[in-house]
């Protein structure tokens, strides 16, 4: 969404300016948690257009839950738009381990095994970052298909202060995190975990706002903000269905 659609999450937009300065010295990670609904893909979003703002590369997925099960997709999403740049730059064996993991070559025999294919996502962000910063988006990180969340986990374990940085969004309930690629050890003291809250009266009028156009009377908005626990999602629900005609 453009940045002044972003409603409610001054906290946030500060940490999202504080780690991109980070990252551009060291890298570093930036996890938006919460649940369902709470606005994690719409600050997500906001963070990387901030990132492409300061001319990093930036290499983006959106994992979705029937993908989580088929071998790299979401590794081909990141790294396909990229592929015509880097593959000449490995070395063989991981040059065609890659090209295969993005379906750009068939397997001369066995498929390429994980090892490779991470180590040729490692030599391909060490490659990107020598020359830019480099951001890996990664929205709904907990439906990445493990294949994929290996060979990034393998891969950032091992970039050290490297200008790379991992912007992600995942659903959290109950305090239980997956951290499918295992940043808290890639990104020891550099991780920053930012918890949406539920938006406020104030934030939820202008959401509905901009959205549906349409102002409701301070009672009425009350009423949503309470039945809806200040999640914006189930806020413009309920205010569509007050606006729909009997």
């Known amino acids: 969404m453009p940045r002044h659609e972003v409603v409610g999450r001054g906290e946030s937009l500060v940490a999202i300016d504080a780690f991109l300065d980070r990252v551009a010295r060291e890298g ?4 938006f948690e919460g649940g369902p609904g709470i606005g994690k893909t719409t ?10 703002g300061r001319g990093w590369r930036v290499l983006g997925c959106s994992p979705v839950a029937p993908e989580a099960k088929l071998a790299f997709a979401s590794l081909a999403a990141l790294f396909e738009p990229i592929a015509d740049e880097v593959l000449p730059q490995l070395p063989d064996p991981q040059q065609r381990a890659l090209a295969v993991a993005l379906m750009r070559a068939s397997p001369a025999g066995a498929p390429p095994s994980p090892r490779a294919v991470a180590t ?4 391909a962000l060490r490659v990107l970052s020598e020359t830019t910063v480099v951001a890996l988006a990664i929205d709904d990180q907990h439906w990445l ?21 991992v912007i992600a969004a995942e659903r959290v309930q109950h305090e239980a995190r997956r951290d499918p690629m295992h940043l808290e050890a890639a990104f020891t003291g550099r991780l920053v975990r930012q918890p949406l809250e539920p938006l406020s009266a104030s934030a939820l009028h202008h ?6 156009g349409h102002v409701f009377p ?5 009423r949503i903000t309470d039945t809806s626990g200040g999640n914006p999602f189930f806020a413009l629900e309920l ?5 729909e005609p009997d």
């Open 218 to 222: 301070r009672p009425t908005l009350r």
């Open 28 to 31: 570093g990670a930036l996890v």
């Open 120 to 123: 040729a996502a490692l030599t």
């Open 207 to 212: 959401v509905i706002r901009i959205h549906l």
């Open 239 to 243: 205010a569509r269905t007050l606006l």
């Open 145 to 165: 298909d493990r294949t994929s969340a290996a060979a990034l986990a393998f891969a950032l374990r091992r970039l050290g202060p490297r200008r790379v940085g």
């Open 43 to 52: 600050i997500w979003r906001e963070a990387t257009s901030r990132a492409s």
